[in-house]
């Protein structure tokens, strides 16, 4: 199972590098650098469906203290700090050329930094308690706090940075999108979604084994 | 009459280390039971559970008639635990303490009902006084206070005698024989020989994570005793 | 009706034990002060300067005052082992929160108050004419710190690193309502109408009241030895 979601994963992923540089067309203002989105935003789309996984596991946790949606949580919380990272890393990159600098207080970039700090911390809770059951009871609670706590940090960055008029909707300003632009992304999307999945069975079986050695 | 205690194959670990294998234990109303062990053995550990303070592992039974997994809020209106804390506030007076914790409990927490109970244990002449004065057998002598004025029917006691002098041991014991002689339980966890032995109905030994004797206390001699608590404490080292 | 009458009791007691020994609040208006002369000493005496930066200096000392005040606040359960006593206790559990979230949100206005009559002494700051809408937003505000912040003392007061945890769990999740307040202050010392700022304030009450029910919800879960 786990071997076959790798190999999916790997495909997707060089079908969607395939897209992304042949497929896509070149950017006509930003001119090549723009293909940095076909792993920018797959990789903040897989962190909020990490970081939902989480919520859900966290509850999972607390409602039936089965252990395997402690390692669910967990699991799903490391890779989706690793892909909040990865987001993070790509958008400085496409930031540099574009905007001229590495790091702006962008509104989705600020809010991106600050989900990675919540659910850094998130880990470092983890690793600080000793008693492995208080642990993830704990991490659970800040889990669901964390998740219900990420609209209110999008609004509040966004209106900090928009300075007047909050808007209507999530997005303020969306561009038309492309056919074949929108085509890439979601090759790229469900690759990543793909990576999500067999980096996370990986990690549970990792963490299960992890467990029995201990016992 | 339910049982006050009926748990069977109560294991826990913490991490990796089992601190109790399979515990099988049962109490009747009116029984008060030693429960003996060196330290380490556990026994702090099963009172725990007994009082819902921790989960176990894997087994279960009932307590005060409940379900110990189940039903842990019922249990907790039946049953008063003395442990190592006395949950005694230190700036507030004996009066304040009680009355908090009979509020908290649900309980009637009038300025009569609290100086009954303070009465009950000796402390009334000290009401007024913050507990950061008292003695630890002062503290001790509220924290009993604080458990019988829920009416408890099943008391679990830890090392209830640590921190007591003679007098203090003695004036436990008229509580606990009074408190048995009203259809009460007592579980009593203790490392020594002593003095509560000689109000236990039961003794049982717990060692290497089991309940290794449990037998009436009037069928052993304490010289037979001590023989079998030392072959149940070598065995598990 | 129980459950007020718990909560109530567990004011009652704070509120009783801190009278008594003076901890928390004499610490903490103390830092108050040291934080006014850390801020002007690093920003030098340039008047202007201070007045812009106000509104967000305030906040950012009413969050560090929070990271001291409230983790300290279950430390006294602590004693005695008084922890397990509450645990205990029959009922809802949300009830010991808002017991303590009440006595955090007390302490932590007092702190704002005096945090801003000092503010308003030392950089001179006409603070009268803004009373009332600046009242709304210290309301807003401190509820929001409270709230995470009484869920995560609880928590972080039964871990080895307390000193170190607290802030790394509070200080993230608090962003929103820092930069809530931050705005709506600085809207409202300019004189400007609180309904310039009403998305702030609907903002700040929507995060309380999230922050207030994740709170009641999950403080059982919090409390369990």
Redesign the interface.
């Known amino acids: 199972m786990t071997r076959w979601l790798g190999w999916l994963a790997a495909l997707g992923l060089l079908a969607g590098l395939a897209m992304g540089f042949g497929y896509a067309p070149k950017d006509a203002v930003q001119g090549n650098v723009q293909r940095i989105m076909y792993v920018h935003v797959p990789s903040i789309l897989t962190a909020y469906l990490a970081f939902a996984l989480v919520l859900i596991a966290s509850l999972g946790y607390l409602f039936t203290r089965r252990t395997g949606w402690d390692r669910l949580a967990h699991s799903a919380g490391e890779i989706g700090v690793v892909f909040t990272g990865l987001t993070l890393v790509s958008g400085s990159i496409w930031g540099k050329p574009t905007w001229g600098t590495w790091w702006t207080w962008d509104a989705r970039l600020t809010s991106t930094a600050i989900l990675f700090l919540i659910y850094v911390g998130y880990l470092l809770l983890r690793g600080m308690v000793d008693d492995q059951e208080r642990g993830a009871r704990y991490a659970a609670v800040v889990g669901i706090l964390g998740a219900v706590n990420i609209p209110i940090v999008h609004f509040s960055v966004l209106w900090w940075r928009t300075l007047h008029q909050p808007p209507t909707i999530l997005s303020p300003e969306r561009a038309p999108v492309s056919a074949s632009i929108g085509l890439a992304l979601l090759v790229n999307g469900v690759a990543f979604a793909l990576l999500f999945l067999y980096l996370l069975s990986k990690r549970l079986a990792l963490r299960r084994l992890e467990e029995e050695i201990r016992a | 009459m339910t049982r006050a205690i009926d748990i069977q194959g109560i294991r826990k670990a913490f991490g990796a280390n089992a601190v109790l294998e399979q515990v099988d234990l049962s109490l009747e109303a009116g029984e008060v039971l030693a429960l003996l062990g060196p330290n380490g053995a556990g026994k702090t550990t099963l009172v725990k559970i007994l009082a819902t303070l921790l989960r176990p592992s894997s087994g279960g039974g009932r307590v005060a008639g409940f379900d110990l997994l189940k039903e842990p809020e019922r249990i907790r209106r039946q049953v008063g635990i003395l442990g190592h804390g006395s949950y005694v506030y230190e700036d507030l007076t004996a009066q304040e303490n009680l009355r908090f914790w009979a509020t908290m409990a649900g309980l009637p927490a009038d300025a009569g009902a609290l100086r009954k109970a303070l009465a009950a244990v000796d402390l009334e002449m000290v009401a007024g006084e913050r507990a950061r004065t008292f003695s630890s057998g002062m503290k001790r002598r509220l924290a009993l206070a604080r458990i019988l004025l829920g009416a408890p029917r099943l008391l679990l006691l830890d090392e209830p005698y640590a921190g007591l002098d003679q007098q203090g041991k003695k004036w436990l014991e008229e509580v606990l024989l009074d408190f048995r002689g009203k259809g009460g339980a007592v579980l009593m966890a203790t490392h020594s020989f002593g003095r509560g032995l000689s109000i236990a109905d039961r003794v049982a030994i717990l060692a290497g994570g089991r309940i290794v004797l449990n037998r009436p206390r009037a069928s052993l001699d304490l010289e037979e005793l001590h023989r079998l608590y030392a072959l149940a404490t070598d065995d598990d080292a | 009706m129980?459950f007020a009458?718990?909560a109530w009791?567990?004011l009652?007691?704070d509120l009783?034990?801190e009278r008594?020994?003076k901890e928390s609040l004499n610490a903490l208006f103390f830092f108050a002060v040291l934080l006014l002369f850390l801020f002007e000493f690093a920003l030098g005496p340039d008047r202007e300067r201070l007045t812009a930066a106000l509104p967000g200096l305030l906040w950012l000392g009413f969050i560090l005052a929070g990271l001291l005040g409230l983790g300290r606040t279950f430390l006294?359960e602590r004693?005695?082992?008084?922890w397990?006593?509450?645990?205990?206790?029959?009922?809802d559990k949300g009830a010991i929160y808002l017991g303590k979230l009440a006595v955090n949100f007390l302490l932590m206005a007092a702190v704002a108050i005096v945090l801003l009559g000092l503010f308003g002494i030392f950089y001179n700051v006409d603070l009268w004419a803004s009373l009332a809408p600046l009242s709304i937003v210290i309301f807003l505000g401190t509820v929001g710190l409270a709230s995470?912040g009484t869920?995560?003392g609880a928590?972080t007061s039964?871990?080895?690193?307390r000193e170190?945890?607290f802030p790394?769990?509070l200080?993230?999740?608090q962003?929103?309502v820092l930069?809530?307040t931050v705005?709506a202050t600085e809207a409202v010392l300019q004189g400007l109408a609180l309904a310039e700022v009403a998305?702030?304030l609907k903002?700040l009450a929507?995060?309380d009241l999230?922050?207030l029910v994740?709170g009641i919800l999950?403080f059982e879960?919090?409390l369990?030895?």
């Not at chain 3, 004693?79 to 008084?82: A, G, K, V, W």
């Not at chain 3, 039964?158 to 690193?161: K, S, T």
């Open positions: 129980m009458r718990r009791i567990v009652w007691k009783l034990t008594r020994s006294v004693e005695n082992d008084c397990e006593g509450l645990l205990l206790t029959p009922g995470v869920l995560f928590m039964q871990v080895r690193a170190l945890l790394l769990l200080l993230p999740v962003v929103p930069l809530g705005k998305h702030w903002l929507a995060a999230v922050y994740v999950t879960f919090v369990e030895a």
